[in-house]
């Protein structure tokens, strides 16, 4: 085993995601890769993955998300989390990442470096425009336009990050994802309609330059995004990661309500709070 190959830190919330976790994590044992660490939301996901996956380091984070939506678990637990292996690059890998060939070479090839699989350019003539004149379905940059009119900072990030699977090297970990759990919390809730953008931002303030070669990591990894669910289970069970039918616990979820301000926004966010509270959401701790 190469004692510095990075350290791939899996941060996930739900039952479905535990299920795609074990998924993504059999695609990297298929190449013999660790070393792996895991954090999930509650010990009944932690004892089913370490139950598909025996001998998996998993842990149950204590993080609270209060009115906050179920993606900003991450960085809240990321904020607080020490990885067991030190001294390491730290990869973060969402849960519905599948990978198709060996990481290391990719790994390698950015070693000490704020690394990305996607991301996506910005037009920064764009920061001119008000909230109000950007289409509610761009979360991402809303949540930028967002951030600087409440800070009143004037960055203009030429891109937003995906944090679905990224690299980070370990100086730069601990306050990177202080500054990413600090920024979500000053938004507030309300306004905060996708947690990467916050990331961006900070990583903008922080004067991390991302690097990003598409087909070269599209090569290793394949991020399923919302839409592409149905294609996650396809290969899933195709390659031989669902041997054991985990595909038949999944429960289909609706799509989540993104809101910008105003009545409707308070209305759902109570009801969201309510309907966390009703099924035990607060994260308990190991």
Same mark, same amino acid.
């Given at each position: 085993m190469n004692d510095n190959k990075p350290v791939i830190i899996y941060c996930t919330t739900g039952m479905n995601s535990a299920i795609y976790t074990i998924w993504s994590i059999r695609s990297l044992k298929k190449f013999n890769y660790e070393p792996i660490e895991v954090i999930v939301s509650s010990e009944d996901e932690k004892l089913f993955i370490q139950e598909h996956l025996p001998g998996q380091k998993c842990y149950v984070s204590n993080a609270q998300l209060g009115?906050?939506?179920? /993606?900003? /678990?991450?960085? /809240? %637990?990321?904020?607080?989390?020490?990885?067991?292996? +030190?001294?390491?690059?730290?990869?973060?890998?969402?849960?519905?990442?599948?990978?198709?060939?060996?990481? %290391?070479?990719?790994?390698?090839? =950015?070693?000490?470096? /704020? $690394? =990305?699989?996607?991301?996506?350019?910005?037009?920064?003539?764009?920061?001119?425009?008000?909230?109000?004149?950007?289409?509610?379905?761009?979360?991402? =940059?809303?949540?930028?336009?967002?951030?600087?009119?409440? %800070?009143?900072?004037?960055?203009?990030?030429?891109?937003?990050?995906?944090?679905?699977?990224?690299?980070?090297?370990? +100086? $730069?970990?601990?306050?990177?994802?202080?500054?990413?759990? +600090?920024?979500?919390?000053?938004?507030?809730?309300?306004?905060?309609?996708?947690?990467?953008?916050?990331? %961006?931002?900070?990583?903008?303030?922080?004067?991390? +330059?991302?690097? $990003?070669?598409?087909?070269y990591g599209y090569s290793f990894a394949v991020h399923y995004l919302s839409t592409l669910k149905d294609r996650l289970i396809v290969e899933a069970e195709r390659n031989g990661f669902d041997h054991d039918n985990l595909r038949e616990m999944l429960v289909a979820s609706k799509p989540e309500v993104r809101w910008s301000g105003g009545l409707l926004s308070i209305c759902n966010r109570a009801l969201a709070k309510l309907r966390r509270m009703l099924t035990g959401a607060n994260l308990k701790e190991e």
């Open positions: 009115s906050f939506r179920s /993606f900003s /678990f991450k960085a /809240f %637990t990321l904020s607080k989390y020490k990885p067991d292996h +030190e001294g390491r690059d730290i990869v973060v890998c969402d849960a519905d990442v599948l990978f198709v060939a060996d990481p %290391t070479p990719l790994f390698s090839r =950015f070693a000490a470096r /704020f $690394w =990305f699989h996607k991301l996506y350019p910005v037009d920064l003539a764009d920061y001119d425009l008000k909230p109000k004149d950007v289409s509610p379905s761009r979360w991402s =940059f809303l949540t930028l336009l967002h951030y600087r009119e409440m %800070t009143g900072h004037d960055d203009r990030p030429p891109w937003i990050l995906n944090s679905g699977l990224f690299m980070i090297k370990c +100086e $730069w970990y601990d306050d990177l994802m202080r500054q990413w759990a +600090e920024g979500i919390q000053e938004l507030g809730p309300d306004l905060m309609l996708n947690d990467q953008s916050i990331l %961006t931002m900070m990583a903008y303030k922080s004067k991390l +330059e991302p690097v $990003w070669e598409r087909e």
